[in-house]
């Protein structure tokens, strides 16, 4: 069987990352514990908005962990698709905002002016 591109997080894996580096990895765990927290936005917002932006970095490990999260603090399957959508749209629209770069580009001559 092939070495999978994404390998499974295992207890050892994980505790090996801590071991290199525990004060971090300590800080970022509470950190990430004070992101989450319910707060002006309730931790099922702040979940679906890291689902959304896990869609977006194309993290598989936040997909499958802040989706978990997110239904466990009530979202449902269509809130999570809508905000899959949004990451979609997000993603694409800033493509297509971005054309300008490459219409000004293109209608530059060497010199900087358009040809």
Known sequence: MPHPVYPA??????????ELAPE???????FSKQVFADGALPEKTKQLIAVAVAHTTQCPYCIRSHTRLALRKGASEQELMEAIWVAAEMRAGGAYAHSVIALDAAGAGSDGHPS
């Open 24 to 30: 971090t990895h300590e800080a970022f765990q509470a």
């Open 9 to 18: 997080t295992t207890r050892e894996l994980a505790a090996h990352r801590t």
